[in-house]
């Protein structure tokens, strides 16, 4: 799995609802700290810091790769970090972040509102005006009602599964609604808890105060959809654009690519967030990681919107060259990479026989398996990362600190779970992710040292929600184990942690608590949170949510993420931004013009 969105911090929105977050600004190395430039020049880790080639410069084609087709380019479907990065591309919401790297670009800005919305004193009633001048790629206006529509479509979870669902949980409150496809209103816009009086007017009604909410609107799946263009879900394959750049027509072509040309009625007035500079964008997708590599380092591809990191071998050349460092970045990303432990397969439903598998497991080789300290991350204790508030470093509640296999406590859980001998089981691991079939191997080997026979089956990345997120298929496969990885969604721990140990976030499809978690006590803990607008209490009770599930052993954390990422020395306006963990993909333009 792959988050969308990492850490983001709000702090001017937080004060515009007169409450505080619990988010803080994304960690950075001391190696990060000291290799980056403020003047604008490339060098190891300037873009964590700065803008690297600032330029207004328009023009010329953006060439991206990928290493992995998105899930889905439905902004109400898709939940791939890139793919949220690229959706600013083509759709705009009410309000989206600022572009710039560090603090500043994690501001959330109004931008198809006109201002921040007005909110009611008791902060449950959320007003928008629309700015004039919005417009489709057709020409046709944006309207509250296309607002409206575009996030009722995320009710329709028989029809459009993938997505985040947080909006469902927020606006139904008892109503039950289905989505438009099933809607009864005339005019498929029967979700009662949002109000469009006007069409530059959006009212949303919550339920309580939840003052995470804008962070919410924030997501692509809460962009205009214009009703008559909607073809369920057929429209991942032409969706409409409220942004700088559409989709060329016919383009999308799943397993190879995408292309987007200049939407002719994006009015540059209207957008205070988008730099629109290359005429055209490139998205190549392909299979051989290798080979994406090679053509970034010798300059015919520009970008790899994965920002998963370059493989070991480029790695190396990467950072034995000062001139190919100089275009190198290690952010930290956000994520957590792990195992989820199947609790709906034998004998994982046994808390002793998951203990056996995170004790048996080599923190060091994952690590290695990852890339190590620089590229690959820090091991990993627990499954709170550490540029959220809540997080304790020092909590390692399996000793993993100490980098090595602890095969005698392995094997007192075996016993306890009544497997002294060990027993068999499945990995679940993306065939086109590299890094993840390598930890794979590397924990199959560790496990077998005590006794537990893993066998790895890969599968093709593209298909995850249908693969391990989908509990029914995940049982009849066997898959004990599924290697996946995970950023926050908002910058909270319910952003973070609520999708992977929330009991009600399991879906039949799309589903991202693998380990199908289902304690009560949990789920009472993340409504408690979601009330509290202290951000020291609600940091507390995130921590002890975290707690719990490090003492369920439900996820065997391998390491806290860092990846090495490549940037074409002719891109310009080159900066990572904090609130994906990666390069701000829609300021990006090329210095040749070509």
Not at 75 to 93: D, E, H, I, M, S
Request: proline residues 6%.
């Amino acid at each position: 799995m792959s988050r969308k969105t990492r850490a983001i911090a709000a702090a001017g929105v937080a004060l515009a609802l007169g409450l505080t977050t619990a988010a803080c600004g994304g960690s950075k190395s001391d190696d990060n700290k000291t290799s980056g430039s403020g003047n604008g020049k490339s060098a190891y880790n300037a873009a964590i810091t700065s803008v690297v080639n600032p330029s207004t410069t328009k023009g010329g084609t953006l060439n991206l790769w990928s290493a992995q087709d998105a899930d889905f380019w439905d902004p109400a479907r898709g939940y791939y970090a890139f793919v949220w990065n690229l959706n600013r591309l083509y759709t705009r919401k009410l309000v989206d972040y600022a572009s710039a790297p560090e603090k500043p670009g994690l501001e959330l800005q109004p931008d198809l509102a006109s201002a921040l919305p007005e909110i009611s004193a008791d902060k449950k009633t959320y007003t928008f005006k629309l700015k004039s001048g919005i417009k489709f790629d057709d020409g046709t206006p944006i309207t509250s009602k296309d607002i409206k529509y575009g996030i009722e479509r995320i009710f329709a979870q028989d029809v459009l599964p993938g997505g985040p669902v947080y909006l469902i949980d927020i606006l139904d409150q008892g109503q039950g609604y289905k989505g438009p496809y099933k809607d009864t209103d005339p005019n498929k816009l029967g979700l009662k808890t949002v109000e469009t009086p006007d069409d530059s007017t959006i009212v949303f009604h919550l339920k309580e105060p939840k003052s995470d909410f804008l962070y919410l609107l924030a997501m692509p799946g809460a962009g205009p959809v214009p009703q008559k263009r909607d073809k369920g879900a057929q429209y991942n394959a032409a969706p409409a654009s409220s942004g700088p750049y559409m989709f060329k027509e016919g383009s999308i072509q799943p397993g190879k690519g995408a292309m987007w040309v200049r939407n002719p009625n994006w009015d540059a007035s209207t957008d205070t967030i988008r730099k629109a500079l290359p005429d055209q964008i490139n998205l190549t997708v392909t299979t051989n990681a290798e080979d994406m590599d090679s053509r970034l380092i010798a300059g015919t591809a520009d970008l790899d919107v994965g920002q998963t990191g370059v493989q070991a071998a480029s790695r190396t050349k990467i950072l034995q060259d000062p001139t190919l460092k100089a275009n190198a970045d290690t952010p930290t990303t956000g994520f957590i990479r792990y195992a989820a432990l199947s609790t709906n397969v034998a004998p994982f439903d046994n808390i002793d026989c998951r203990k056996a598998v995170i004790y048996a497991a080599d923190p060091t080789s994952l690590q290695t398996a990852r890339g190590g300290p620089i590229a690959g991350g820090d091991i990993g204790t627990s499954m709170l990362p550490p540029n959220i508030a809540g997080s304790d470093t020092k909590y390692d509640p399996f000793n993993r600190l100490q980098g090595k296999p602890q095969a005698e406590e392995a094997k007192k859980a075996l016993t306890a779970c009544g497997k002294p001998n060990g027993f068999d089981t499945k990995i679940a691991v993306r065939n086109n992710k590299p890094a993840e079939v390598k930890t794979a191997e590397a924990l199959q080997a560790a496990l077998k040292a005590v006794g537990i026979n893993a066998a790895i089956e890969q599968y093709d990345g593209g298909n995850i929600s249908s693969v391990i997120g989908a509990p029914d298929n995940v049982k009849s496969k066997g898959y004990g184990i599924e290697i996946a990885g995970w950023g926050a969604d908002y910058p909270t721990g319910s952003g973070y942690l609520q999708p992977l140990a929330d009991s009600r976030f399991i879906l039949n499809n799309g589903n991202y608590n693998l380990p199908l978690i289902k304690d009560t006590s949990i789920d009472a803990l993340f409504d408690q949170a979601a009330g509290e607008t202290d951000a020291t209490k609600a940091a507390d009770v995130y921590s002890q949510i975290n707690h719990k599930i490090m003492e369920g052993a439900y996820y065997l954390p391998f390491v806290v993420d860092k990846a090495l990422n490549y940037r074409n020395p002719r891109l310009t306006n080159v900066y990572i931004h904090d609130a994906f963990g990666m390069v701000d993909f829609q300021a990006l333009g090329v210095s040749d013009g070509k």
